[in-house]
Every structure is written in C-alpha cells, then in structure tokens.
C-alpha cells in the first residue's frame, strides 16, 4: 500500500505553534517530524511505497513528491489519493504525527478492509488507510473529520474500523504538545 504523506510549506507549518516556538524552531520541528514519519512509513512492512505531497518539494529530498499545486490541505491529499500510484490503495499519515511507527502503520493497513481510520485527540483524522482510494471522498481538513470521514463511507454501505493507537492520535497542533516534542528539538 502506499504511504501519503502531506505537509504543508515550511512557511506555513505551525503557524499556532508561534507562541511557544520562533519560526527557525517550527521549521525544524516540521523537518524533524516529517523525517520521523518517514522513517516510520520505509520500516513498515505492509508500505511499499511513500508520496510525499507538499508544495515545497525541498523538504523531502530524493523522495517521490507530489506537488502540492496551492489549492489546500485537504484538496492536496484528494489529489494523492486519486493518483495512478495509490491505485491498489493508500494510507494517509499526517506529517505531525511524531510518534507513527511501523507497527502502527502496519496495523491499520491490516484494518482497512476496506477503511480504517486513527481519529486525532482533538476529533481530527491523523491517518487513514483505504483499499481502495476511489470509494469515497474522506474529509481531511475539518473539524470533527473523524466523525465525517466515518459517516461518508457508511453513507455508501461502509463500516470504517476506527483504531485506538495513541502514536498516531497524537499530534503536534499546540503549544501544550511542545513538552513532549522537546527531544526533537534538541541538537
């Protein structure tokens, strides 16, 4: 299954994070949870591939890149998932999910017969698993996307398995998160 990565301009990453963080420390924040997730999709067994989609294709060198064309979030990772390479299926995994790992990777893979779904703490959706990327449109991008991803693919005869994994729930949104992304900021 392919592994969709999206993250958002270097610019333009956790902008609510500003707060607590300078922009020379988001960005390396943004590159160092990305690399994690990264490395979190390459030792994962059932991922055999990685689309990074971003606008800034600088940010993942030597890696397959999806440019992000500027439309959004949501509409980039629409974009990934009908492209010819998610084909025989995709999972999603928000860049901001410093904790994914491959067994946690591998897990919802195994999940999506044919849809699983991580919901964020906040009700968000962190990562997403389809078999199939053409049977509905999940909703990445809004409040309570867990929720309404969950009801669209019911609305087409669909019963999404929802995963309880706490590395992949969490993300970096606020600025209470910092304490326990402190490490990745270190050196």
Do not use: W
């Not at 390479?85 to 928000?94: D, E, I, K, T």
């Amino acid at each position: 299954m392919l592994a969709i990565v999206p993250v958002k301009r270097l610019e333009d990453a956790k902008s609510r994070l500003a707060p607590g963080l300078s922009e020379a420390k988001r960005q390396v924040l943004v590159r160092r949870m990305l690399a994690s997730v990264l490395a979190a999709c390459d030792a994962a067994r059932l991922v055999d591939g990685v689309l990074v989609v971003t606008p800034d294709p600088g940010l993942a060198p030597g890696r397959d890149v999806l440019v992000d064309p500027g439309v959004g979030h949501a509409l980039a990772i629409a974009l990934a998932l009908r492209d010819e390479r998610a084909r025989c299926g995709a999972v999603v995994v928000m860049a901001d999910c410093p904790f994914a790992s491959p067994e946690s990777l591998d897990a919802l893979v195994e999940a999506a017969r044919p849809v699983a779904l991580v919901p964020a703490r906040d009700g968000g959706m962190n990562a997403l698993a389809l078999a199939d990327p053409t049977l509905f449109e999940p909703a990445f991008g809004q409040p309570e996307s867990a929720r309404v991803t969950a009801a669209r693919a019911r609305s087409v005869g669909i019963e999404p398995r929802l995963l309880d994994d706490a590395g992949l729930a969490f993300d970096v949104d606020r600025p209470e998160d910092l304490d326990l992304v402190r490490p990745l900021l270190a050196a």
